[in-house]
């Protein structure tokens, strides 16, 4: 992974060790057949697109609460909607798992 693809996307995220995870996580997704969001050149491994995904805005993250946990481990939970990004958009939303 190029040093300053790392420091650019560090800056962004704020948490060296959720970088890491969220980098991981996208890498793993990466590996098994997902498609990047972003135009790769040939010589770019999946840290690379990963950590470009991240600065460019296409990958966002948030942290879950007491409440999403709740959520998760009650099976008569009631699902959460999610609105569909707009035509234009490609984001990926990774949850680190904590």
């Not at 099976?75 to 999610?82: I, R």
């Amino acid at each position: 992974m190029k040093t300053e693809l790392i420091e650019k996307a560090a800056q962004i995220v704020g948490d060296n060790q959720l970088l890491v995870n969220i980098v991981s996580k996208r890498v793993q997704q990466l590996n098994h057949g997902s498609d990047p969001y972003i135009p790769t050149e040939p010589e770019m491994g999946c840290g690379d697109i990963a950590l470009t995904e991240i600065i460019e805005g296409k990958i966002t993250w948030r942290e879950q609460t007491e409440e999403d946990l709740e959520k998760e481990n009650d099976p008569f939970a009631e699902a959460p909607v999610q609105e569909a990004p707009a035509a234009d958009e490609s984001v990926v939303t990774i949850t680190p798992d904590l």
